[in-house]
């Protein structure tokens, strides 16, 4: 099965920088997806950015609220995705996931939207922004 460790959440001002890790182990394909999702109380559980891989190709993609200010990196030799946030703002502040799908995937575009697709998930790292 697939584990997935998600850390490096913390309390920080607006305009300032996080940079979250998710450790994956367990995956047996090289074809996968890595999500990160993030959830505000109150409020449904937001897709904001994913990679899909299939057949050693890769697409990113990335919800428009972060677009330009986020940034999803990975370390192929520590089994580990980074999401880098920079310029947050307050409406930043959720628990984030990470999340995994095994196998061949859909587009990042289309696995984002649909995270009840993802079978694996972290548990979650609290990035709270302060005005």
């Known amino acids: 099965d697939v584990q997935l460790q998600a850390s490096g959440g913390g309390l920080v001002q607006a305009g300032g920088s996080l940079r979250l890790s998710c450790a994956a182990s367990?995956?047996?394909?090289?074809?996968?997806?890595i999500g990160w999702f993030r959830q505000a109380p109150g409020k449904a559980r937001e897709g904001v950015s994913c990679?899909?891989?299939?057949?050693?190709?890769?697409?990113?993609y990335y919800a428009n609220s972060v677009k330009g200010r986020f940034t999803v990196s990975s370390d192929n030799a520590k089994n580990t995705v980074y999401l880098q946030m920079n310029s947050l703002k307050p409406e930043d502040t959720a628990v984030y996931y990470c999340?995994?799908?095994?196998?061949?995937?859909?587009?990042?575009?289309?696995?984002?939207?649909?995270?009840?697709?993802?079978?694996?998930w972290g548990q979650g790292t609290l990035v709270t922004v302060s005005s």
């Open positions: 999340a995994a799908i095994p196998g061949h995937v859909p587009p990042a575009v289309i696995v984002c939207a649909s995270p009840m697709s993802f079978d694996s």
């Open positions: 367990g995956f047996t394909s090289d074809d996968y997806a």
């Open positions: 990679i899909s891989v299939n057949d050693g190709e890769g697409n990113i």
